[in-house]
């Protein structure tokens, strides 16, 4: 039994919107999810799809992408990420309920893998705009962006609060946390979302949203103070499921 992760399949089966104008590791990059899941996974793992999974805008026009994801092996699990918009953040139960037995859409609840609970949310970092001055120095930032910016952050970390809480009070003390967003922006060396990962003392931090080698680099990766961060977007993994947990 083991625990796998991968981040933005910005899967389109129906919204008819090919990723390959992102370069050459998108092409056909349905066919390499199948291949490399079929390959990895196994019917008695656990996956865990760290949101951006459907470029469909409501739930009916990703049936085929959530059909799709629901066949790759083990059982799934599903972060929202901030291009998910079939999935409205307050109904997340009446999801639970449609896709019972075939999904778990992961917010304000937990996933138990054997002795570790499983949270996860959104997330959300502030990626400016920043402004730079005439020597490529940092010289300001977007400020009405950053309020609004501050506000999601309370919100995402209350359901982070809220699902390390379900999963205490079941009695889980090891905790793999799932973020769609990274930890921490460019400018960041701490934030809310690593302070949490601290407090609980999880095992892990994994996260995606990054794409491109430009933006592989936006986060931690790598140990700090005693937590991995793991970054598992689609592309950064040529689409192999990362494994977090043996
Ligand atoms: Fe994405
Ligand atoms: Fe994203």
């Known amino acids: 039994m083991a625990l796998y992760a991968l981040g933005d399949l910005h899967l389109s089966f129906q919204a008819g919107k090919p990723m390959d104008a992102f370069g050459k590791v998108w092409k056909h990059h349905e066919k390499k999810i199948e291949k490399y899941a079929g390959q990895i996974v196994k019917p008695e793992d656990t996956l865990v799809l760290t949101g951006d999974h459907s470029w469909g805008r409501k739930l009916a026009e990703c049936q085929e992408d959530l059909a799709f994801i629901e066949r790759l092996p083990g059982r799934k699990i599903l972060l929202r990420g901030n291009h998910d918009m079939f999935w409205d953040a307050n109904k997340t139960d009446r999801l639970n309920k449609e896709y019972q037995g075939k999904l778990f859409f992961l917010q304000n609840n937990f996933a138990a893998y054997e002795d570790y609970a499983l949270v996860g949310t959104k997330g959300y970092t502030f990626e400016g705009p920043f402004y730079l001055d005439r020597r490529g120095a940092l010289a300001g930032w977007d400020e009405e962006q950053e309020k609004r910016a501050k506000k999601l952050v309370k919100r995402e970390m209350a359901r982070l609060h809220e699902s390390f809480q379900q999963a205490k009070a079941a009695g889980y003390e090891k905790f793999i946390m799932f973020l769609h967003y990274p930890p921490t922006n460019i400018l960041e060396k701490t934030s809310p979302f690593t302070e949490i990962a601290e407090e ?47």
């Open 200 to 246: 609980y003392g999880v095992t892990a931090v994994v996260y995606s949203h990054c794409h491109g080698e430009s933006r592989f680099g936006d986060s931690i990766r790598g140990t700090f103070h005693g937590i991995r961060y793991m970054l598992v977007s689609g592309d950064y993994l040529d689409f192999h499921p990362a494994l977090i947990l043996p």
